[in-house]
T-cell receptor
Framework: AQKVTQAQTEISVVEKEDVTLDCVYETRDTTYYLFWYKQPPSGELVFLIRRNSFDEQNEISGRYSWNFQKSTSSFNFTITASQVVDSAVYFCALSEAISSLYGKLTFGQGTILTVHP | DTAVSQTPKYLVTQMGNDKSIKCEQNLGHDTMYWYKQDSKKFLKIMFSYNNKELIINETVPNRFSPKSPDKAHLNLHINSLELGDSAVYFC??????????????????FGPGTRLTVL
């Protein structure tokens, strides 16, 4: 069974601070995919990144960076120099590459990030 | 051009009524999904269809019946609505590639959501 835990329910920072959102996952599969999605106050779900289990390279995209560590089953997300527009709920998600599940995404509980001006 | 669209965006109805939510994707994906997001923001998959065939049914009450007339559409019909059905329902789509029975797939793209309120 797959499980995703985002232990931080809410985080509050002041603009320009760096913030890291934690994500820990559980899976018995050797091939799986990890995702981060952003849900701004407007409500839509915006895809941020996908990472497969064989690719442990960290990734940076502008102010966003992701740290994938299989040894600790973690896929953490860091926002550098946060901005008010980063305020949103962030979801980490996992999918096992088993055909019978056809892309079933298991989401973490979400972390509410509030960036104050 | 909207990639994944849902109608209606808001749905307010009385307990016991039957309602439908429509979803369409123009991405050419072969797999579509319905998710439910509760008041605590928790997202949970309900159904998944691959090439019009039901693949995942996550212990959803029989009152919920998905219908996929073609690969680009996945509608959700709900009978005898209950207060607990109030939530935001998201449709999503993705392209799944299978190799040796295992999936290798791309991210899911979500529709804007339908906020269902049952009074």
């Amino acid at each position: 069974a797959q499980k995703v835990t985002q232990a931080q329910t809410e985080i509050s920072v002041v603009e320009k601070e760096d913030v890291t959102l934690d994500c820990v996952y559980e899976t018995r599969d050797t091939t799986y995919y990890l995702f981060w999605y952003k849900q701004p106050p407007s409500g839509e779900l915006v895809f941020l990144i996908r990472r497969n289990s064989f690719d442990e390279q960290n990734e940076i995209s502008g102010r966003y960076s992701w740290n994938f560590q299989k040894s600790t089953s973690s896929f953490n997300f860091t926002i550098t120099a946060s901005q008010v527009v980063d305020s949103a709920v962030y979801f980490c998600a996992l999918s096992e590459a088993i055909s019978s599940l056809y892309g079933k995404l298991t989401f973490g509980q979400g972390t509410i990030l509030t960036v104050h001006p | 051009d909207t990639a994944v669209s849902q109608t209606p965006k808001y749905l307010v109805t009385q307990m016991g009524n039957d309602k439908s939510i429509k979803c369409e994707q123009n991405l050419g994906h072969d797999t579509m999904y319905w998710y439910k997001q509760d008041s605590k923001k928790f997202l949970k998959i309900m159904f998944s269809y691959n090439n019009k065939e039901l693949i995942i049914n996550e212990t959803v009450p029989n009152r919920f019946s998905p219908k996929s007339p073609d690969k680009a559409h996945l509608n959700l019909h709900i009978n005898s609505l209950e207060l607990g059905d109030s939530a935001v329902y998201f449709c999503a789509s993705s392209q799944i590639g299978l190799a040796g029975g295992r999936g290798s797939y791309n991210e899911q793209f979500f529709g804007p959501g339908t906020r269902l309120t049952v009074l």
